[in-house]
């Protein structure tokens, strides 16, 4: 069965390309805007589509930046929101799975990484994400209550499964970044995968 992935901010825009293709193919976590560090502890106040050494702005994304074990500051306005209250357009990244007959998912998971191996936690970074699924903005969202630290194959953010036999079917995660250690932090990466019934 022919499928295709592709990841965009959580809006719609702008697209973040496959590792392989040399352009704008990584997501970027910053400080109060591009380029800009985030402190040692903190978490990211911005974020930016970038080429893979963070260089190049490719557009910002939506920015979640963790507040509490189950709220988030959406956009940077305060007070913080609850995940649930958060709404799939103001998410980080919108992962869009089509497929040319319609199928259900199952086993879908989303990690990060060391990309010097896949299943090895990324070092000198926290990485926290949810699953937001909020369709309507003045409904609760039916997602993650709260942040789940991911790292490596040892802790990986499970997502719901989709029994809806579709053809599209978009999945949408909240990211924040905090830096454990000073200096830039490019060697890790995400990876999403899924089952098809």
């Known amino acids: 069965m022919a499928s295709t992935i592709r990841f965009f901010g959580g809006n719609g825009s702008p697209e973040v390309f496959p590792a392989a293709s040399g352009g704008f193919n990584t997501v970027g976590f910053y400080g109060a805007g591009f380029g800009l560090s985030v ?33 988030a500051f959406v956009a940077g306005l305060i007070p913080a929101r609850e995940l649930r209250e958060v709404n799939n357009f103001e998410t980080t990244l919108r992962i869009r799975l089509n497929t040319d007959s319609a199928v ?16 090895k936690a990324p070092s000198g970074v926290t990485v926290r994400a949810a699953e937001i699924r909020k369709d309507n903005a003045i409904v609760r969202g039916s997602g993650d209550a709260g942040w789940t630290v991911i790292a490596g194959s040892g802790s990986v953010l499970p997502m719901d499964n989709r029994a809806d036999l579709t053809v599209q079917k978009d999945f949408y ?6 830096p454990t250690s000073i200096g830039e932090k490019t060697q890790f990466g995400f990876y999403w995968e899924t089952e098809f019934l």
């Open 39 to 71: 402190r040692v502890g903190e978490y990211n106040e911005s974020t930016f589509r970038s080429i893979e050494n963070g260089t190049s702005n490719g557009g910002s994304i939506p920015n979640l930046r963790f507040a509490n074990p189950t709220g």
């Open 104 to 119: 259900a998912t199952q086993n879908t998971n989303f990690r990060a990484f060391d990309k010097s191996n896949i299943n």
């Open 173 to 178: 995660v909240a990211l924040t970044v905090s």
